[in-house]
């Protein structure tokens, strides 16, 4: 069964400051991952993508992933009011489906103004 | 380009009743998918679709749940009887493949069973 963890938070920031998320995943065969925002009522987004080992820039978003430790996070810089939102880790491939996506349970930021 | 549509938004229902939910995916996307969320949870995958072919139904609960896509688009998902443990947000989501690493959700329909 693969699994996905992460901090439930809630995970509270003041504005401007930098907002690290993380993720540890049991499936060592595990090849993509992904983070998804989601607002309170509304539908996950997907907001960065990771396949190899190191570091991904987007923007005010940097992925970062480490298979030997498999661990994945996110990073928000510059943190904003409108990036309070839980943030759902998931994760693709191995286990026998390459196709499934397995989600974390989220992590719950709040940006305080 | 318009998103992936579902309805309804909300329904209210007692145990034991019947419920349907319809998705209509993007234009052009061949996979479909329908997930269950809880509160404080992530979505669970319930079933996905390639063109008209349900691939993956094994996390389905059978006794009670089905779906369908006719025609490869539309997709309705049905509870029959509901349980009190069935309330939770149903979304749904499509991509152009299997293979496609981006998943665009739906807005979900919010199930409610008293």
């Known amino acids: 069964q693969k699994e996905v963890e992460q901090n439930s938070g809630p995970l509270s920031v003041p504005e401007g400051a930098i907002a690290s998320l993380n993720c540890t995943y049991s499936d060592r065969g595990s090849q993509s991952f992904f983070w998804y925002r989601q607002y309170s009522g509304k539908s996950p987004e997907l907001i960065m993508s990771?396949?190899?080992?190191g570091d991904k820039e987007d923007g005010r978003f940097t992925a970062q992933l480490n298979k030997a430790s498999q661990y994945v996070s996110l990073l928000i810089r510059d943190s904003q009011p409108s990036d309070s939102a839980t943030y759902l880790c998931?994760?693709?491939?191995?286990?026998?489906?390459?196709?499934?996506?397995?989600f974390g349970k989220g992590t719950l930021l709040t940006v305080n103004p | 380009e318009a998103g992936v549509v579902q309805s309804p938004r909300y329904k209210i229902i007692e145990k034991k009743q019947p419920v349907a939910f319809w998705c209509n995916p993007i234009s052009g996307h061949n996979t479909l998918y329908w997930y269950l969320q809880n509160l404080g949870q992530g979505p669970e995958l319930l079933i996905r679709y390639e063109n008209e072919e349900a691939v993956d139904d094994s996390q389905l609960p059978k006794d009670r749940f089905s779906a369908e896509r006719l025609k490869g688009v539309d997709s309705t998902l049905k509870i029959q009887p509901a349980e009190l443990g069935d309330s939770a947000v149903y979304l749904c989501?499509?991509?152009?493949?299997?293979?496609?690493?981006?998943?665009?959700f739906g807005p979900g329909t919010r199930l409610t069973v008293l």
């Open positions: 989501a499509s991509s152009y493949h299997s293979g496609a690493d981006t998943q665009y």
């Open positions: 990771i396949y190899s080992n």
């Open positions: 998931a994760v693709k491939g191995g286990g026998g489906s390459n196709y499934k996506l397995t």
